[in-house]
């Protein structure tokens, strides 16, 4: 059974830098891919970050040069890191693994960007 353990949102002021952590909870079977999809109030999910299990990553325009993803293959964990951080990031960012061409997500973390 996929139980994926988001952490790491919270309140940080424009400029600022957070770092979202995803765990893999349970599942013996490797992900071919992992990443982030975040929603904002009002607005369709979009994709911000993957990485496939291989190590190759894609990003959304918005947050390249930004925000950098990376894995821990052995933890079964990914991570977001969030630099120069805008208030039009904030949203509810969820974690999701493909596993046999499903997809398994987490309850979502709140990032809120706001002086």
């Known amino acids: 059974q996929v139980h994926l353990v988001e952490s790491g949102g919270g309140l940080v002021q424009p400029g600022g830098s957070l770092e979202l952590s995803c765990v893999d909870f349970g599942s013996i079977f490797s992900s071919t891919a992992m990443g982030w999809y975040r929603q904002a109030p009002g607005k369709e999910r979009e994709l911000v970050a993957s990485?496939?299990?291989?190590?190759?990553?894609k990003y959304v325009d918005s947050v390249k040069g930004r925000f950098t993803i990376s894995g821990d293959n052995a933890k079964n964990t990914i991570y977001l890191q969030m630099n120069k951080l805008k208030p039009e990031d904030t949203a509810v960012y969820y974690c999701y693994t493909v596993k046999y061409d499903l997809y398994y997500w987490g309850q979502g973390t709140q990032v809120t960007v706001s002086s």
């Open positions: 990485i496939t299990s291989g190590g190759d990553t």
